[in-house]
């Protein structure tokens, strides 16, 4: 059994420096690689920042410690949060045999490897600089303080894109990726609680509906508006039975609505609001793809937990998810697509639909934990 230590401030986006309170963190992707590690026996405890602590009391099967942000007008919470009491912390506990932290460009990876290189891991995601004040603090902290002040970090990258990037600054930088993962034993208990079938049988047994589903905040970059034209060009190809159902909330929705209203497809057009997990997987799992037509995004939670449940991505080429759906054939990745993709997706259904049930136990929170223990077998 090994000690291990997640830090990973930021637990969930927020557009703007107002972050949006929540009632639980169970539904992160941190939290579910928190629950890989113990499912592998190993103890547990992460550390965040108190600005995203859920407004309702939850109990964890590990350790959950915030901690306070200060100078907010300089370390922004939202993207670039610091924590004082890590330091100390980190002096006073030695006890832990891995500390997992998240991102290079990070105050409190800097932290880790400066107070406890040897057991420091950086789990790296981004894959150009960030845009803040024209990126010039991106520039200097990766040229800089990353190159110099972070060189004996160990670095594993989320994607291939985050692979090209980091691997310019840093010397440790893993050839073996990590995904976000997700648990599939929670996944199917939410499935079978809604089709009453055995768990070993639901994922065979859900078969896909005349409906396309959209997980997504509601805003600009995410681009819903030029899914929903691409559906109603679908529809209008004799195709009026089918679905779209769009999960999630943001500053767009009465626009979207307006647009919805315009090109008449009220009827076809389902806008769900804010779901738990609880309720908006059964709707993706019975879909026929997962839309994705985002302007800007990373590693995207949401295209990890579609593959997990068998239903294929529609997606452009943005996400750095969209490398391996490509290479494994687990849905369409084209950039400006149209109802044509549609077409194909549903034509083609059970052909990705197979693939996405044998690639989706290397998506499994255990086996990101497994990865990131062999990792440091190899390296450390």
Same mark, same amino acid.
């Given at each position: 059994?090994?000690?291990?230590?997640?830090?990973?401030?930021? *637990?969930?986006?927020? $557009?703007?420096?107002?972050i949006?309170?929540?009632?639980?963190?169970?539904?992160t992707?941190?939290?579910?690689?928190?629950?890989?590690?113990?499912h592998?026996?190993?103890?547990?405890?992460?550390?965040?920042?108190?600005?995203y602590?859920?407004?309702?009391?939850?109990?964890?099967?590990?350790?959950?410690?915030?901690?306070?942000?200060? #100078?907010?007008r300089?370390? *922004?919470?939202?993207?670039? !949060?610091?924590? !004082?009491?890590? &330091?100390?912390?980190?002096?006073?506990?030695? $006890?832990?045999?891995?500390?997992?932290?998240? $991102?290079?460009?990070?105050? #409190?990876?800097?932290t880790?490897v %400066?107070?406890?290189?040897?057991?420091?891991?950086? #789990?790296?995601?981004?894959?150009?600089?960030?845009?803040?004040?024209? @990126?010039?603090?991106?520039?200097?902290?990766?040229?800089?303080?990353? %190159?110099?002040?972070?060189?004996?970090?160990? /670095?594993? !990258?989320?994607?291939?894109a985050?692979?090209?990037?980091?691997?310019?600054?840093?010397?440790?930088?893993?050839?073996?990726?990590?995904?976000?993962?997700?648990?599939l $034993?929670?996944?199917?208990?939410? *499935?079978?609680?809604?089709?009453?079938?055995?768990?070993?049988?639901?994922?065979?047994?859900?078969? !896909?509906?005349k409906?396309?589903?959209?997980?997504? @905040?509601?805003?600009?970059?995410? &681009?819903?508006?030029?899914?929903?034209?691409?559906?109603?060009?679908?529809?209008?190809?004799?195709?009026?039975?089918?679905?779209?159902?769009?999960?999630?909330?943001?500053?767009?929705?009465?626009?979207? &609505?307006?647009?919805?209203?315009?090109?008449? /497809?009220?009827?076809?057009v389902?806008?769900?609001?804010?779901?738990?997990?609880? @309720?908006?997987?059964?709707i993706?799992?019975?879909?026929?793809?997962?839309?994705?037509?985002?302007?800007?995004?990373?590693?995207? /939670?949401?295209?990890?937990?579609?593959?997990?449940?068998?239903?294929?991505?529609?997606?452009?080429?943005?996400?750095?998810?969209?490398a391996?759906?490509r290479r494994?054939? *687990?849905?369409?990745?084209?950039?400006? #697509?149209?109802?044509?993709?549609?077409?194909?997706?549903?034509?083609?259904?059970?052909?990705y %639909?197979?693939?996405?049930?044998?690639? &989706?136990?290397r998506?499994?929170?255990?086996?990101c934990?497994?990865?990131?223990?062999?990792?440091?077998?190899?390296?450390?």
């Amino acid at each position: 059994m090994s000690n291990i230590l997640i830090i990973n401030p930021i *637990l969930y986006t927020a $557009e703007t420096n107002e972050i949006p309170k929540v009632d639980s963190i169970k539904d992160t992707m941190i939290y579910a690689l928190c629950m890989g590690f113990m499912h592998g026996g190993h103890k547990v405890t992460l550390i965040a920042a108190q600005d995203y602590r859920p407004v309702k009391s939850e109990e964890y099967p590990f350790t959950v410690i915030y901690m306070k942000t200060v #100078w907010h007008r300089v370390f *922004l919470p939202r993207c670039f !949060p610091y924590m !004082p009491q890590l &330091r100390e912390f980190l002096r006073e506990h030695g $006890e832990y045999d891995l500390i997992l932290s998240s $991102e290079i460009f990070a105050t #409190w990876s800097y932290t880790a490897v %400066r107070t406890r290189p040897a057991e420091t891991l950086i #789990w790296h995601e981004l894959a150009a600089h960030n845009h803040m004040l024209r @990126q010039m603090p991106s520039k200097v902290w990766y040229n800089i303080v990353a %190159r110099w002040l972070m060189r004996r970090a160990l /670095v594993v !990258p989320r994607s291939e894109a985050a692979a090209l990037f980091i691997s310019q600054f840093m010397r440790r930088v893993s050839d073996t990726l990590v995904d976000h993962g997700v648990d599939l $034993e929670k996944l199917e208990r939410i *499935l079978c609680t809604e089709n009453e079938v055995a768990p070993e049988n639901v994922l065979a047994q859900t078969m !896909p509906e005349k409906q396309f589903a959209v997980v997504s @905040q509601l805003i600009d970059r995410k &681009r819903i508006d030029r899914i929903i034209e691409a559906f109603v060009e679908f529809v209008s190809g004799g195709q009026e039975a089918y679905r779209l159902y769009i999960i999630g909330s943001g500053e767009q929705e009465t626009k979207l &609505r307006a647009l919805v209203k315009e090109r008449q /497809v009220q009827e076809q057009v389902v806008f769900c609001g804010r779901m738990t997990h609880e @309720q908006l997987l059964p709707i993706v799992a019975a879909s026929q793809a997962l839309l994705v037509y985002t302007s800007k995004d990373n590693n995207m /939670v949401s295209i990890v937990e579609s593959i997990a449940v068998g239903t294929p991505v529609v997606t452009t080429a943005v996400p750095y998810n969209a490398a391996y759906i490509r290479r494994e054939a *687990l849905g369409i990745v084209q950039d400006d #697509w149209t109802a044509q993709a549609l077409r194909e997706i549903v034509e083609n259904n059970a052909f990705y %639909r197979k693939n996405c049930l044998g690639y &989706r136990n290397r998506l499994s929170n255990d086996y990101c934990a497994e990865q990131f223990l062999n990792i440091c077998r190899k390296y450390m």
